[in-house]
């Protein structure tokens, strides 16, 4: 009994920085809609500027007073960040900003990395609160019953906030409808960067809380994201009683997945995710996204024809410079080349997705890494030649989009993005921790073509076939009914189904598709490294594909490749620098700021200014 | 520009063949280097530091077969598919006459995996995974650090030596982890047949739940606990076991525990009394291990971590490969490689022919403090050469090739 | 004449609060009928029965003699159903003529097509439609810039690509202007004679009730209180009890009863 309530006051104590990290991310999702992926980030900025001051201020008042300010300089960083970064992109397509906020996450661990240094610090102990007190004979540590009494205060602190004031009002006004706000003489952008200023603040308070028991160090950014977004959607996006009670439930639970079943550490949060989202759809005190709904839908997309003779001709004239590389370009650079095209065919897979079906999968890293370890596994245990491999790759990750898609679908919005962010990590913690059967983190080696393809130049050709054939074909299903069918879903569910069209059938069809056109960019992947390893799965593998097609352009065909080639290209070059990933994170953000519309959108709004294309008659 | 420096590459090696060595003396030996430096910049500077270190040295030393030995270095973000497009990059085009490098195990998995398919020599310096050399071993591959079943063996035989009889173990979910605690525990059973696993704790890699996880340990009451977990882990590890007294009375045997990656930010918590492997260079002061320690601190102004020390060596393994081989081709190399021996600050090590794990061995000690911070006391140098299963074991597990 | 829509004793409970009460209606082949009533009458109600969104707590609904209660919208359209929305519904990233051919392309089985290009796929049949509802000037004209009584020109060219025996119209005049309407309603008048489509609409607007229907039904709290030609109702006192001793306000009616 004793050991029981001691795992409880354990768990209590956990859920404490998980909340006011994951409430802060909630309520900034709540007003402003963005799902802000740097919140890890002031999460993380938090815990070192919490280090800073605790050594600059002395005893009990300067440890609690430096946590106090650790929140409020992270609420300012994210005051600066909203105003620079996240202000001038308000009117872009929905989702736009979680790309700008990825830029975020670049530059913050950069930055992070010149001021604070590699090591990773270890967090002072809170004055007067070293050591346990004994529950029942259990030790507890003081500083968890420090924190066991100070969350819920911060939690009623918000209720109050948000409840009892006007600005609370207003702040949940504008969760249900913005335009109302702004009808009701309420500068609409400077209570946005208030409630991004308190979120990011939350965030820093639970990262400099968390430093008696932990620390600071350059990978809590990602470490603890994947969870908040876990809280955040267990409890309903927006909800603040939801995040506690989300995190408290995750926290807990560990607690005893943790003593009961100690190989369950990865898995167990998004079984529970899973299955909250099974019976409640918009977790547990979440509201129904209605698309559109907050009035930020952006521009309607164009109407799409297929390409006229004379882009026909530069697509093949392209096409073929890139088939006589061989004849002009080193073997470097038809490995480049290899590379750049296979993520070309993983970003418009995903943009099929996202552009015509309006469908925004947090979680397509799955298919592309679920085709490669289809095809690695394949080879490992039972030995499939490698083009029965290769063909069954995309095949297995098709079959697998569909089994997903099938219990996703019945969401729509970001939930949909969360739960296939859900079963991404799921898939991820399975290979990653399944070592006898995948390999685990030391992957399937010895991956290698078969003998007629070994080789640079052999294998680039095999892989443009494959790409360009993939990217074409995809394109060409755009035009075909079935990508009508898509499209139509997504404007308007109501219509489409009113005239006979099975709208989730299309969209388990679309799904099952972009899976199998990623899977087919994993086989191509795997045999071109000659391994495979769990980093394929990742959250960030998942994302790189977002910020491509967000940067590309959702509304516009070709956005998907173009942003994959452009920032393959541009990776390549940055990473030879040594701070190329504040170079690549202010990249994103310039692109995010001046090209709001993702590069090939803003090139032909430009275009049509000058004259080049003809102007489409909405364009105002 | 890139055809230019491929053209280059080409003239260069024609001029070699063509020319006597003398008009060629001037061209550097290049070496491509892949690693983390960001992803794991804490581990990383120090390696090269150290490596930088070497070259130095070994170019005022008139270089390796008369030319300067070049290190190129090149950042992957830990990911094992930019790792091998990297590694293609610095064999075709930067003309690198071998690969070295990495931390990550995954990392240096997938280059060995492209050095046997290419023909590349790969020496792995820091990556510890054991089928680096074994169940994935192959012939281009050769592998500098004590691995984690030789420090993991070390540890197996300081517990064999205590009473303790029943054992819990505590070690990040993957790969990495798993290899650790079964080696360990390999090694115990066979000189301890009576020991016991009462726990065996997983926490996930970098999100470790510390307080439930001394719970969970607590809740077995082991005579002795078996720790893998390192960096930020650790730290929250020790600090909620010492809170909650899981150390109390109990012997810890902690695997790397004692390199000052992971001891130092522990600071004045550092856990007295755990049995660690690590590397004291704070009481290195005499023959080439304190030189090694003073150059080093006279260059950077800092004191070497263990990446240091795998760093130099790694630059020390390289030249020492090359001048045996006497050129620079791939398979001379390799075959240089098999059975050398050379002499650095942990003494003399040998890349064994019959595996290419070198025999770098590894310090075992007790951590107490000094100065309130953590240090290894009654420390040994332990050859890697008496931690290695027997021969016939080593190529029942390395496939045939 | 032959009936083409009947319901029995239909009926729509929400928790305690019956919105439609034991409703029994018949529409006639080329019937204009229209289904008009006051704030929360539970016109949408019934409607939303009729198309398959809402499943009745009672009652049937019969189509041509078939009972299709609790089909789904999808299966009601395939049997000969077509809809406009009171709030249009359009396909906006595309242009005026491929929403037609949209709905031309679900009506012969042909969305989940890859290989052929839609957008050459029924294109005449999609461009008579249009003419039919006096849109062929603007079919390539990208659908979000449409002005709003073009958007439900559109819609009703949609509504009859599957050439529908019946035709539920939600408020059609709904946001229009008055010239609007009574040409939209025209219009409707002219297609319902000249294809024998059958019409059952909804509406608030009085003028354009006794203006174009042949036959009028009035909802009252669920129920259904009077059924006759624009004459009989005109005059039947318990309708004008509704809608002028009630003082209900017309405009904006079913936005309440929608949300």
């Known amino acids: 009994m004793g050991l029981f309530i001691a795992q409880l006051l354990t768990g209590l104590a956990n859920a404490g920085a998980l909340f006011m990290v994951a409430s802060g991310l909630s309520l900034i999702f709540g007003v402003t809609r963005i799902v802000n992926f740097a919140h890890g980030s002031f999460y993380m900025l938090g815990a070192y500027v919490g280090y800073t001051l605790i050594q600059v201020l002395p005893g009990v008042v300067g440890f609690w007073g430096a946590i106090l300010l650790a929140g409020l300089a992270v609420g300012l960083i994210g005051m600066l960040v909203e105003i620079l970064v996240l202000r001038p992109v308000y009117r872009a397509p929905e989702l736009f900003q979680l790309v700008a906020t990825f830029g975020v996450i670049l530059v913050i661990q950069d930055l992070a990395l010149m001021t604070w240094g590699p090591e990773d610090l270890l967090g002072p102990r809170s004055p007067g609160l070293v050591g346990v007190v004994r529950i029942m004979g259990e030790p507890v540590p003081k500083y968890d019953i420090a924190l066991l009494v100070i969350t819920p205060f911060v939690a009623l602190a918000l209720w109050y906030l948000m409840t009892q004031t006007r600005v609370g009002v207003l702040v949940r006004a504008a969760t249900q409808d913005r335009e109302m706000v702004g009808a009701l003489g309420v500068n609409q952008a400077w209570l946005f960067t208030g409630v991004f200023a308190l979120g990011c603040g939350l965030a820093g308070l639970g990262g400099a809380l968390q430093l008696p028991k932990g620390g600071a160090d350059l990978m809590m950014d990602f470490n603890i994201l994947t969870a908040v977004f876990v809280v955040v959607v267990i409890g309903g996006m927006g909800s603040l009683p939801g995040a506690y009670l989300a995190a408290v439930i995750i926290s ?115 298919y592309f890494g679920g085709g490669a370890y289809v095809a690695g596994l394949l080879v490992k245990h039972a030995g499939t030649p490698m083009e029965l491999a290769f063909i069954l790759a995309p095949l297995g990750a098709g079959l697998g989009a569909f089994i997903i898609g099938w219990v996703c679908l019945r969401l729509t919005g970001v939930y949909f993005a969360m739960l296939t962010l859900a079963f991404a990590q799921l898939l991820w913690s399975l290979v990653f921790q399944w070592g006898e059967f995948t390999g685990g983190d030391d992957g399937i080696l010895g991956l290698w073509p078969a003998k007629w393809l070994s080789g640079t130049t052999p294998y680039f050709y095999f892989t443009l076939v494959f790409s360009v054939g993939g990217v074409l074909f995809l394109r060409h299903v755009a035009h075909s009914p079935f990508g009508y069918a898509l499209r139509a879903a997504r404007d308007s569910e109501r219509q489409a189904e009113a005239t006979g069209i099975n709208t989730r059938r299309v969209r388990m069809l679309a799904f099952s598709f972009a899976g199998f056109m990623a899977g087919l960019a994993g086989g191509l992947f795997v045999f071109s490294k000659g391994s495979i390893f769990p980093n394929e799965l990742e959250i960030t593998r998942s994302f790189d594909a977002l910020i491509v097609v967000f940067l590309g352009g959702v509304k516009t065909l070709s956005g998907g490749i173009v942003g994959a080639a452009f920032f393959k290209g541009v990776e390549d070059v940055l990473t030879r620098f040594e701070y190329w990933r504040l170079a690549m994170g202010l990249l994103i953000i310039g692109v995010v700021i001046l090209a709001p519309d993702g590069i090939v959108g803003t090139l032909r709004k430009w275009a049509e200014r000058l004259g080049v294309l003809k102007r489409a008659e909405d364009e105002s | 520009m890139k055809r230019k420096t491929f053209l280059k590459g080409m003239i260069g090696a024609a001029a070699l063949a063509a020319m006597p060595l003398s008009a060629a003396a001037q061209d550097p030996i290049k070496i491509g280097e892949i690693n983390h430096y960001k992803r794991m910049a804490a581990f990383a500077e120090p390696y090269r530091n150290g490596i930088e270190l070497a070259l130095e040295q070994v170019n005022e030393n008139g270089g390796v077969m008369g030319r300067p030995l070049e290190f190129i270095f090149r950042d992957d973000q830990g990911e094992p598919g930019e790792a091998i497009k990297i590694a293609e ?313 | 004449m032959s009936v083409v829509l009947e319901t029995r004793g239909l009926t729509k409970a929400f928790g305690g609060l019956v919105a439609v009460n034991d409703v029994s209606l018949q529409l006639h082949k080329g019937e204009l009928l229209a289904l008009i009533g006051p704030n929360g009458a539970g016109k949408s109600t019934c409607f939303n029965m009729l198309m398959g969104q809402l499943r009745p707590t009672k009652g049937s609904v019969h189509l041509m003699g078939e009972d299709i209660t609790g089909l789904s919208p999808r299966v009601i359209w395939r049997r000969g159903v077509g809809r406009t929305f009171q709030i249009t519904a359009t396909y906006a990233s595309m242009t005026v003529v491929e929403n037609v051919q949209m709905a031309l392309l679900s009506h012969n089985h042909q969305v989940l097509k890859v290989l052929p290009y839609a957008h050459k796929m029924h294109r005449d049949r999609a461009h008579e439609l249009l003419e039919m509802v006096g849109m062929a000037e603007q079919a390539d004209r990208h659908c979000a810039v449409l002005a709003y009584g073009d958007l439900k020109r559109l819609e009703l060219a949609i509504a009859l690509a599957h050439e529908p025996t019946l035709l539920l119209m939600d408020e059609p005049t709904a946001g229009m202007a008055p010239r609007e309407r009574i040409a939209l309603m025209q219009l409707t008048a002219d297609i319902v004679r000249d294809q024998g489509v059958s019409v059952l609409f909804t509406e608030h607007d009085m003028d354009v009730v006794f203006a174009h229907s042949h036959r009028i039904m009035v909802l009252n709290r669920g129920q259904l209180i009077a059924d006759g030609n624009v004459e009989a109702i005109r005059n039947d006192p318990r309708v004008q009890e509704v809608y002028l001793g009630g003082g209900t306000v017309f405009k904006s009616e079913d936005e309440a009863e929608d949300a």
Not at chain 2, 324 to 330: I, L, N, Q
Request: hydrophobic share 45%; glycine share 10%; net charge negative.
């Open chain 1, 252 to 366: 807990v639970l560990n607690v005893f997945g943790v003593t009961y079943i100690p190989q369950s550490t990865l898995v167990l949060m998004f079984i529970v995710m899973v299955l909250v989202l099974m019976i409640r759809p918009y977790g547990l005190f979440g509201r129904e996204e209605v698309a559109g709904e907050h009035g930020q839908v952006g521009e309607p997309e164009r109407p799409i024809k297929p390409a006229g003779l004379q882009v026909r001709l530069l697509v093949a004239a392209g096409v073929a410079a890139l088939a006589a590389l061989p004849l002009y370009g080193s073997g470097f650079m038809q490995v480049l080349t290899t590379d750049i095209l296979i993520f070309c065919l993983f970003a418009a897979s995903l943009h099929f997705l996202l552009g015509l079906g309006g469908l925004v999968s947090f979680g397509h890293a799955a």
């Open chain 2, 89 to 401: 990059e610095l064999m075709t085009r930067d003309g690198a006459v071998m690969l070295t490098g990495s931390i990550l195990s995954n990392v240096g998995l997938a280059i060995s995996s492209l050095a046997a398919q290419r023909g590349y020599v790969y020496l792995a310096s820091e990556p510890l995974a054991d089928s680096l050399v074994w169940e994935s071993g192959n012939d281009y591959t050769f592998r500098l650090r004590t691995s984690t079943y030789m420090q993991a063996a070390m540890l197996a035989e300081e517990a064999a030596k205590t009473d303790a009889t029943t054992f819990a173990t505590i070690a990040p979910n993957y790969a990495y982890g798993k290899d650790a605690v079964s080696a360990f525990k390999e090694n115990l059973l066979r000189l301890k047949p009576e020991a016991e696993f009462v726990a065996e704790q997983w926490p996930a890699l970098f999100k470790i739940d510390a307080g439930a996880e001394v719970q969970a340990l607590e809740r077995s009451k082991p005579d002795a606990i078996y720790n893998v977990t390192f960096g930020p882990d650790l730290g929250k590890f020790v600090r909620e076991g010492t809170d909650r007294g899981l150390f109390e009375g109990r012997q810890v045997f902690g695997l790397l525990s004692g390199e000052p990656e992971y001891l130092d930010p522990l600071g004045a918590e550092a856990p007295e009394g755990w049995i660690v492997t690590g590397y004291p260079w704070y009481d290195l002061k005499e023959g080439a291990a304190g030189a090694f320690v003073s150059a080093y601190q006279e260059r950077w102004d800092d004191y070497p971590r263990l990446g240091s020390i795998v760093g130099y060596m790694t630059v020390q393994s390289i030249a020492a490969a090359l001048e045996k081989a006497g050129s620079t081709e791939t398979d001379a190399i390799r075959e240089a490689f098999k059975d050398l021996t050379l002499d650095t600050p942990m003494g003399e090590i040998t890349y064994r022919g019959i595996d290419h794990q070198s025999t770098m061995g590894a310090y075992v000690g007790t951590l107490a403090l000094r100065d309130d911070k953590g240090v290894m006391v009654d420390w040994v140098y332990k050859d890697g050469a008496d931690y290695l299963p027997s021969d016939e074991e080593v190529s029942k597990l390395r496939p045939a090739d």
